[in-house]
């Protein structure tokens, strides 16, 4: 869990903008919550190395990373950084090809807590099918580092990725194109791209359906409820990508909501599959450490659809006591089904207990 700056702030990230984020992940309560890793994307590099070979920060936006990097850390929280395995990053900063160990040294020197590597022009160095080695390389380097870093591949869900990831170093890997602030592109990510990927993650090891869009606009209430609610279904990493200095009250209660947080942070790691489909109303369901189940009652359609979550599906039998994980209510004790009202692009988000 925690925040990137790409969403929102594209190639503009800086200095004193990663530091008022900080600020406002701890004041805002998010932190407290457990968005605790600060991650730097694409932008922070300059474009050429010092005369040892070391990768720079561009000296203009990153005067100091690793103070930068201490001061994060002075506010309890972990700080982020991002490169790529070609000789370039998407932006045109410096790549870390042939540079792995140096670079992940570096990292560490800096105090760097996570790595997100970005295939981008590494199509120009290395064969699809060299992938695997190709990630290995940096994540074998940033081991050799004896330091503690998230390894978070980014190609795309390219090659089978969620096959392979694991066993390159990765904690996390990307599993679809970069995410966009709309409905129908976060739905098709969510809803049908992550589908028969569950059995590749766990504890240590996660799918990544990319980072969240929660605030930046795009989607309405409902759907960014959705969003969040599916993330979480999927065990998936929760890394907010708004403007975390100005929230608006929504957004903070969508990112903050304990309940729907703990589905996704349950520590058996389950990986949320679905459970039934009629059209566009689906039902998912996720197995949680204490033997309750979570079950999204999720509404793809344009009008508000009743959507009903049999016990046939879910493997249940007899009455179990459900609660709405949104509304912060029991609900009381159910047989045979639950059916829930739910708003176009919505969802009802229940716990069933065992």
């Given amino acids: 869990m925690g925040w990137n700056s790409w969403n929102f702030f594209r190639d503009t990230i800086d ?5 008022q984020v900080a600020q406002s992940l701890v004041s805002s309560g998010l932190a407290a919550k457990g968005y605790v890793y600060l991650n730097i994307d694409d932008s922070w590099a300059a474009t050429v190395r010092d005369a040892a070979g070391n990768i720079q920060s561009d000296p203009s936006r990153f005067p100091d990373m690793a103070g930068l990097a201490a001061y994060v850390h002075s506010l309890g929280l972990k700080i982020g950084i991002y490169s790529s395995p070609g ?39 290395y064969k699809p099918s060299e992938q695997p080695a190709a990630y290995k390389l940096m994540g074998d380097a940033l081991a050799a580092t004896g330091r503690p870093i998230v390894y978070s591949i980014c190609q795309y869900g390219a090659n089978g990725v969620w096959t392979w990831a694991a066993s390159s170093g990765g904690n996390l890997w990307r599993t679809t194109h970069d995410i966009k602030d709309n409905w129908t592109v976060m739905s098709t990510i969510g809803f049908d791209q992550q589908l028969g990927l569950a059995p590749f993650a766990g504890p240590g090891h996660w799918n990544d359906p990319d980072m969240l869009e929660v605030g930046n606009g795009g989607m309405t209430f409902d759907e ?8 979480a279904m999927l065990a998936a990493p929760l890394v907010a990508g708004n403007d975390i200095r100005n929230m608006n009250s929504h957004t903070l209660e969508i990112l903050s909501d ?24 689906e039902v998912w369901q996720k197995p949680l450490a204490n033997g309750a189940l979570a079950v999204g009652l999720f509404n793809r359609g344009a009008t508000p659809a009743t959507v009903t979550a049999t016990w046939q599906d879910l493997g249940l039998a007899g009455s179990h006591a459900v609660r709405d994980l949104w509304a912060h209510v029991n609900l009381g004790d159910f047989s045979n089904e639950y059916s829930a009202s739910v708003p176009e692009h919505g969802v009802v988000l229940v716990k069933i207990a065992h």
């Fill in 87 to 125: 000789p370039a990053t998407c932006a045109g900063r410096m790549g870390s090809y042939q540079h792995e160990a140096q670079d992940a040294q570096t990292f560490a020197a800096w105090g760097i807590d996570y790595l997100k590597y970005d295939w981008c022009s590494a199509t120009h160095v």
């Fill in 258 to 281: 304990s309940e729907v947080i703990a589905v996704d942070q349950d520590k058996l790691g389950n990986e949320g599959t679905r459970a039934a489909v009629n059209g566009l109303l």
């Fill in 15 to 19: 200095d004193a903008i990663v530091r």
């Fill in 224 to 231: 960014s409820k959705t969003h969040f609610s599916l993330w």
